[in-house]
């Protein structure tokens, strides 16, 4: 059992996190210039999150000042590898972290949109065989900077087409990180500009996140990586439900749902024979029709640790069928970035081979 929002990890070896450029919140970072002139705050705070404007590239602010905000407030995210694919659009960042943990964060540009998928977590504890990052285990969380500073630098990157979606849905569990993550949000939202009913979180179950979020003031989204609808089998894909079964989880979206009126999704990675056959379009409409739910239809993307297939595509769009016959709003996720590792549940793929659930054979 993981506990929500434990004390930030320090750096290896008992070393003290820096103070990165962007875990401040605006009181505190006017409180390293208060020997300034007030108007330089806003220059200062503005430009690197509104423009998100390099320090050294902020003209309106003396050389000497960003030298000293600069040395005293570093980035918190060393590039790697950057990865390319679909023809440009689609990018995948793998960072370093200051204490030589890693992330990675997923740019993808669409007809009507461009998203951001950004990690809340080093890794991830929930332990799904399926997905790659939680194959790899659990690091660190991240901090405030290190989730907000993904969003502006893939924004920098996606220049001039303007960021539209952020999508909490990369690295870790958010709701096991709330707090950070809340401020991230809040932080995106207020002083980067994106409209909260354009941020999504995702979570495997966490309950107690969910029935915080039912009481938050922004109204983003919720999305639940549901991936079974009965407890026998989401206790082995998602073993997070043998703390949190699905009453329990269905008692919380409903209590979000009254509070917030926003339509859930829940996210279904389609694994052969394990989870779509047509009992389990059955027990998932009736989950989905008691929640108004809308369904995001997956097909399991290849992970080294993971032996089981995703389901084949014409049988991908039976499982749709089958949903939209009982009465559910389904669609299927097009996948993009899986030659490059960036595909849903491929994020820090691993070579630790984890035994695959049973294959049924019910009908």
């Not at 590239?57 to 600069?70: E, F, G, I, T, Y």
């Not at 992970?303 to 991908?316: A, K, S």
């Amino acid at each position: 059992m993981t506990p929500l929002d434990p004390p930030q990890a320090a750096g290896r070896a008992g070393r003290t996190a820096p103070t990165l450029r962007y875990d401040l919140d605006r009181e505190e970072f006017g409180a390293l210039l208060a020997d300034e002139p007030s108007y330089r705050l806003d220059q200062v705070w503005d430009g690197i999150h509104a423009r998100g404007t390099e320090l050294d590239d902020l003209s309106n602010v003396p050389k000497a000042l960003r030298q000293r905000l600069a040395e005293m407030l570093p980035l918190g995210l060393t590039p790697e590898t950057e990865s390319v694919s679909d023809g440009g659009e689609t990018v995948k960042w793998l960072w370093k972290l200051h204490d030589g943990h890693h992330i990675e964060t997923v740019l993808m540009h669409y007809d009507d949109r461009t998203t951001v998928c950004v990690s809340s977590q080093a890794g991830c504890a929930m332990g799904c065989g399926f997905c790659a990052t939680g194959q790899s285990g659990f690091d660190r969380h991240l901090s405030v900077g290190e989730i907000v500073e993904q969003v502006v630098r893939a924004r920098r990157t996606s220049a001039p087409r303007r960021v539209s979606n952020i999508v909490f849905m990369g690295m870790g569990e958010p709701f096991a990180n709330y707090d950070r993550t809340w401020s991230a949000v809040e932080r995106i939202h207020r002083d980067l500009g994106l409209g909260a009913r354009h941020i999504t979180i995702s979570t495997v179950g966490v309950v107690p996140g969910i029935e915080r979020l039912a009481e938050e003031a922004l109204p983003v989204n919720l999305a639940v990586s549901l991936h079974a609808a009965n407890d026998d089998l989401r206790d082995e894909l998602v073993p997070i439900n043998r703390q949190y079964p699905l009453n329990h989880l269905v008692d919380a979206c409903e209590r979000y749902l009254a509070a917030k009126n926003r339509r859930i999704s829940f996210e279904w990675a389609l694994i052969d024979g394990v989870n779509d056959q047509p009992v389990d379009a059955q027990e998932l409409a009736v989950l989905c029709r008691r929640l108004r739910a809308h369904v995001n239809l997956i097909p399991l993307n290849p992970t080294p640790g993971y032996l089981t297939r995703g389901t084949p595509p014409d049988r991908v769009r039976e499982f749709r069928d089958q949903l939209e016959h009982c009465g559910v709003n389904a669609t299927v996720r097009h996948t993009r970035g899986t030659e490059i590792d960036a595909a849903c549940g491929q994020l820090r793929a691993s070579r630790q081979l984890v035994d695959p659930p049973r294959r049924r054979t019910r009908s």
